[in-house]
């Protein structure tokens, strides 16, 4: 007992001369922090201010001496608990907490330097910190939280009590390795629309302003607003981005491909912009990870953010009635829903009787013995994200559509009147699984999983020969991506990746009597790899993204490979020169066999390549592009030169003496897209022009080149915006060249009962011209409710433009059948957000 005693009185003073020894360190190794601050202004030159009582008595741990101005601050406020506020670059204002204020500094954990102006969002309130990554949040609870979002990196959320507020504290955010591509030009038309510096577009649905015509941020209308993309039908589902048909552009929905476009067989888009967040629109210089679309590509984006607070709303319009709602699962997961659904059911209005007017020309609907015509859409879409944990993240996406038309066919046989129902039908189903997994803070990788089917069904009812011909038309693919991503320094990073796909296309044409069937059904697998280098200054004033992909079609064995490349240089803080190329190539095109399949609603089905006589697309494309962006004015010139060659004279939708000829060729197309915008405080004006020689070449039809089908030599867009308050109005008028048209020759239309045509597309149809009109007021209805209230009106002056021309016989007399535009078209609409 003696000894454990006089060991614990030992123990205990050798304790206690520690605690003397470590008392008296502690003293030793700090310092006054006036005496700091003296040395500090000596050596980097500034003068703090402060009244003596703020500083009088604290001790502080010595700085280091290779700190930088900035760090040192950082250390100070840290050591002292006291604010050092930068009033300009001598002087440091230093004083004490204000009663319920914190503050903090956001840097990037890759170097630990300060991140400029980056945002703090709480509900509706924002916060902006400085270029040094300073902020202060005043009136705060401690169990707030915000979401912290930065240019470049992944976003955050701070949840107060996690840290100590009685100082200010550091935040670090990881490198968004996926957020490559920094805003070039922005407002490059309109507010939420920018150029980015690997060529391509970027539309932000959320801060997206107002175009004519539109009420909604209808995407695939919308992107008709860039010089360079059209549509000469006037539907979303043909839309020609310089020169190409509407099957040469690969449309993604949260990177699915998609074979589908629109609602109203391609009056209006599918795809619901309220749950659509984000566009990426290529005309040129496309990434490496994208394959098909040797035209272009429309990337339409859902919300890729971790959702805290449930939001949604509910609209109708004279189309269709809408809903959308985005609802926290917990602190791990969100799901967001949209839904939409015409109202023809209820009621018919003025913009659908104009709708169905314009897809009933020269078809099977136009008949005056057809009754009981009904059209019905909806579409339903999700998104669900688990963020599993800060490494491991899971996406989930699914999206189904669908359009019907029934009708019932009528006729008197043996005088009793008979009827029977004829239908067309067009829908989609896809989903896809994105697994994100981050290994550091300069490597992550994604794994991509998705099937699309498109289904295109008609029924067409023939009384008098008591017969029924279905025709089906249906694309199922299978996709599998991988890709890895390397942050390698400050000014580089590599992206590397694999993707399989497996398409396959079914063809059906059944008759009932005579018993006739015909049901084709191909498969094509491919394999591709992929590389790209992302380089740029320190300076950031240039940027390259140079890259590879590599095809290996195993049905045909053969292998493809593709380099594209983007250049963007900064001359000055105003102006920039850009170059872009690419070559790429597509498995799948759509064809007419016939005018009337599918009851001439939709006449357009895929195939697949086969090597031979429907060959492998393939493209090339270099464009050159100069841009003046300052105080609020824009100029934008590019030119650029196409050549897509494996194009089938079935993909063209001829309509002369080519419309039944089966051969392949290509075409050229030589243009340039010119747009040039100035903003006056709430008012913002915009022109853009665009200039293309377009020329088909077909050896086994016509020895020469001719004009394409889709050359629109010149196109004028003119457009206004104004903003005040919560009120938005824009205007805006398109004009352009009328299509090409081969028309017969006059006083010899006709020989051996055969229309005898001039040479093709030697004319050209009438210009087209539409004004549009659109208005957006926004309302707070109650503490939590707004209001959005629209109204537009699309072809004010109700101008019956003939978009289409072709001629026919009948009983050895020349027909000329003009298909119209769409004509006056108001509509109006009404959100509750919530």
């Given at each position: 007992?003696?000894?454990?005693?006089k060991?614990?009185?030992?123990?205990?003073?050798v304790c206690?001369?520690?605690?003397?020894?470590g008392?008296?360190?502690?003293?030793?190794?700090?310092?006054?922090?006036?005496?700091v601050?003296e040395?500090?202004?000596?050596?980097?030159?500034v003068?703090?201010?402060?009244?003596?009582?703020?500083i009088?008595?604290?001790h502080?741990?010595?700085?280091?001496?290779?700190?930088?101005?900035?760090?040192l601050?950082?250390?100070?406020?840290?050591?002292?608990?006291?604010?050092?506020?930068?009033?300009?670059?001598?002087?440091?204002?230093?004083k004490?907490?204000?009663?319920?204020?914190?503050?903090?500094?956001?840097k990037?954990?890759?170097?630990?330097?300060?991140?400029p102006l980056?945002?703090?969002?709480?509900?509706?309130?924002?916060?902006?910190?400085?270029?040094?990554?300073?902020?202060?949040?005043?009136?705060?609870?401690?169990?707030d939280?915000?979401?912290?979002r930065a240019?470049?990196?992944?976003?955050m959320?701070?949840n107060?009590q996690?840290y100590?507020?009685?100082?200010?504290?550091?935040l670090?955010?990881?490198p968004?390795?996926?957020?490559?591509?920094?805003?070039?030009i922005?407002n490059?038309?309109?507010?939420?629309i920018s150029?980015?510096?690997?060529?391509?577009?970027?539309?932000?649905?959320?801060e997206?302003?107002?175009?004519?015509?539109?009420i909604?941020?209808?995407?695939l209308?919308?992107?008709?607003?860039?010089?360079g993309i059209?549509?000469?039908?006037?539907?979303?589902?043909?839309?020609?981005i310089?020169?190409?048909?509407?099957?040469q552009?690969?449309?993604?929905?949260?990177?699915?491909?998609?074979?589908q476009?629109?609602?109203?067989f391609?009056l209006?888009?599918?795809?619901?912009?309220q749950?659509t967040?984000?566009?990426?629109?290529?005309?040129?210089?496309?990434?490496?990870?994208?394959?098909d679309?040797?035209?272009?590509?429309?990337a339409?984006?859902?919300?890729?953010?971790?959702?805290?607070?449930?939001n949604?709303?509910?609209?109708?319009?004279?189309?269709?009635?809408?809903?959308?709602?985005?609802?926290?699962?917990?602190?791990k997961?969100?799901l967001?829903i949209?839904a939409?659904?015409?109202?023809s059911?209820?009621?018919?209005?003025?913009?659908?009787?104009q709708?169905?007017?314009?897809?009933s020309?020269n078809?099977e609907?136009?008949?005056?013995?057809?009754?009981d015509?009904?059209?019905?859409?909806y579409?339903?879409s999700?998104?669900?994200?688990y963020?599993?944990?800060?490494?491991?993240?899971?996406?989930?996406n699914?999206i189904?559509?669908?359009?019907?038309?029934v009708?019932?066919e009528?006729?008197?046989?043996n005088?009793?009147?008979?009827?029977?129902?004829?239908?067309?039908?067009?829908s989609?189903?896809?989903?896809?699984?994105?697994?994100?997994r981050?290994?550091?803070?300069k490597?992550?990788?994604?794994?991509?999983v998705?099937?699309?089917?498109?289904?295109?069904?008609?029924?067409?009812a023939?009384?008098?020969e008591?017969?029924?011909?279905?025709?089906?038309n249906q694309v199922?693919?299978?996709?599998?991506?991988?890709?890895?991503?390397?942050?390698?320094?400050e000014?580089?990073?590599?992206t590397?990746?694999?993707?399989?796909?497996?398409?396959?296309?079914?063809?059906?044409?059944?008759?009932?009597?005579?018993?006739?069937?015909?049901?084709?059904?191909?498969?094509?697998?491919?394999?591709?790899?992929f590389?790209?280098l992302n380089?740029?200054?320190?300076?950031k004033k240039?940027?390259?993204?140079?890259?590879f992909?590599?095809?290996?079609?195993?049905?045909f064995?053969?292998?493809?490979?593709?380099?594209?490349?983007?250049?963007?240089?900064?001359?000055?803080?105003s102006?920039?020169?850009?170059?872009?190329?690419?070559?790429?190539?597509?498995?799948t095109?759509?064809?007419?066999?016939?005018?009337?399949?599918f009851?001439g609603?939709?006449?357009?089905?895929?195939?697949?390549?086969?090597?031979d006589?429907?060959?492998?697309?393939?493209?090339?494309?270099?464009?050159?592009?100069i841009?003046?962006?300052?105080?609020?004015?824009?100029?934008?010139v590019?030119g650029?030169y196409?050549?897509v060659?494996?194009?089938?004279?079935?993909?063209?939708?001829?309509?002369?003496d080519?419309e039944?000829a089966k051969?392949s060729?290509?075409?050229?197309?030589?243009?340039?897209?010119?747009?040039t915008?100035k903003?006056?405080d709430?008012f913002?004006?915009?022109?853009?022009?665009?200039?293309?020689?377009?020329?088909?070449?077909?050896?086994?039809?016509?020895e020469?080149?001719?004009?394409?089908?889709?050359?629109?030599?010149?196109?004028?867009t003119?457009?206004s915006?104004?903003?005040?308050?919560?009120?938005?109005?824009?205007?805006?008028?398109n004009?352009?060249?009328?299509?090409?048209?081969?028309?017969?020759i006059?006083?010899?239309?006709?020989?051996?009962?055969?229309?005898?045509?001039?040479?093709?597309?030697?004319?050209?149809?009438?210009?087209?011209?539409r004004v549009?009109?659109?208005a957006?007021?926004?309302?707070?209805?109650g503490k939590?409710l707004k209001?959005?209230?629209?109204?537009?009106?699309?072809n004010?002056f109700?101008?019956?433009?003939?978009?289409n021309?072709?001629?026919?016989?009948?009983n050895?007399n020349?027909?000329e059948?003009?298909?119209?535009?769409?004509g006056?078209?108001?509509n109006?609409?009404?959100?509750?957000?919530?």
């Open positions: 007992m003696k000894i454990r005693i060991l614990f009185f030992i123990g205990t003073i206690l001369l520690q605690s003397f020894q008392f008296a360190q502690n003293e030793t190794d700090t310092m006054l922090l006036h005496d601050l040395a500090a202004e000596k050596k980097y030159g003068q703090f201010n402060y009244a003596e009582d703020v009088a008595g604290i502080i741990s010595p700085p280091a001496d290779d700190l930088s101005i900035e760090d601050i950082i250390f100070l406020e840290t050591q002292s608990k006291l604010i050092f506020s930068r009033l300009n670059d001598s002087i440091i204002l230093i004490h907490h204000p009663k319920n204020l914190l503050c903090g500094y956001i990037s954990s890759i170097d630990n330097l300060p991140i980056a945002t703090l969002q709480k509900g509706t309130k924002g916060i902006v910190a400085d270029n040094n990554g300073y902020f202060e949040i005043s009136d705060y609870k401690p169990d939280s915000y979401e912290i240019l470049g990196h992944k976003s959320i701070l107060l996690d100590d507020l009685n100082s200010c504290f550091t670090l955010l990881e968004d390795i996926q957020a490559l591509s920094e805003i070039f922005s490059y038309i309109t507010k939420g150029k980015l510096n690997n060529g391509s577009f970027n539309i932000n649905i959320e997206f302003e107002i175009l004519p015509g539109l909604d941020a209808d995407v209308n919308s992107v008709q607003a860039f010089p059209l549509s000469v039908s006037e539907t979303v589902s043909n839309i020609n310089r020169g190409g048909s509407h099957d552009n690969l449309i993604l929905w949260d990177n699915i491909k998609m074979y476009s629109g609602h109203f391609g209006i888009s599918m795809y619901n912009p749950i967040q984000n566009v990426s629109l290529f005309k040129n210089g496309t990434d490496v990870a994208f394959s679309g040797v035209s272009g590509t429309i339409m984006y859902t919300e890729k953010k971790l959702n805290k607070t449930f949604g709303s509910i609209g109708i319009n004279l189309i269709d009635a809408n809903g959308f709602a985005d609802l926290p699962l917990g602190k997961s969100s967001q949209a939409r659904k015409s109202i059911d209820f009621t018919k209005t003025p913009a659908y009787d709708f169905f007017k314009r897809i020309q078809n609907l136009q008949n005056d013995i057809n009754s015509q009904e059209f019905d859409f579409d339903a999700l998104r669900w994200i963020k599993i944990n800060d490494k491991n993240e899971l996406r989930l699914f189904n559509v669908s359009n019907n038309l009708f019932n009528n006729e008197i046989v005088t009793v009147e008979t009827s029977r129902e004829s239908s067309v039908s067009q989609s189903i896809a989903g896809g699984l994105q697994y994100l981050k290994w550091n803070s490597f992550n990788t994604t794994l991509e998705y099937e699309t089917d498109y289904k295109l069904e008609s029924i067409n023939n009384i008098t008591s017969q029924r011909f279905l025709q089906k199922s693919e299978t996709s599998v991506k991988l890709i890895a991503e390397q942050k390698l320094n000014k580089s990073h590599a590397f990746g694999y993707h399989f796909t497996e398409t396959e296309v079914t063809n059906l044409d059944d008759v009932d009597v005579p018993r006739y069937k015909l049901l084709v059904s191909e498969v094509l697998r491919e394999h591709s790899a590389a790209k380089w740029k200054t320190l300076n240039t940027h390259v993204d140079l890259g992909r590599y095809a290996y079609l195993d049905e064995q053969k292998h493809i490979l593709e380099p594209r490349l983007s250049v963007t240089h900064k001359l000055s803080n102006l920039s020169i850009e170059a872009l190329g690419e070559f790429k190539h597509q498995n095109s759509q064809i007419i066999n016939f005018q009337n399949d009851l609603v939709e006449k357009r089905r895929w195939q697949l390549t086969d090597n006589s429907i060959p492998i697309i393939k493209s090339k494309q270099l464009s050159l592009g841009n003046f962006d300052n105080n609020d004015f824009l100029l934008s590019e650029y196409k050549k060659n494996g194009i089938t004279s079935q993909s063209q939708g001829f309509q002369n080519f039944f051969t060729g290509n075409y050229e197309v030589y243009g340039i897209d010119f747009l915008r903003r006056f709430a913002n004006l915009w022109l853009s022009y665009s200039y293309m020689d377009n020329k088909y070449h077909f050896k086994e039809l016509y020469d080149g001719f004009p394409s089908n889709f050359d629109i030599t010149h196109a004028i003119f457009g915006s104004y903003t005040i308050n919560k009120f938005k109005l824009a205007a805006g008028l004009w352009r060249t009328g299509k090409p048209l081969t028309e017969p006059d006083g010899n239309d006709v020989v051996n009962n055969t229309i005898n045509y001039a040479a093709p597309n030697s004319s050209s149809l009438e210009s087209y011209f549009d009109l659109s957006l007021y926004y309302l707070d209805i939590k209001g959005q209230f629209g109204a537009s009106v699309w004010v109700g101008k019956d433009n003939v978009i021309r072709y001629y026919r016989l009948s050895v020349l027909v059948i003009n298909e119209l535009s769409l006056f078209v108001p109006v609409s009404a959100r509750i957000l919530f």
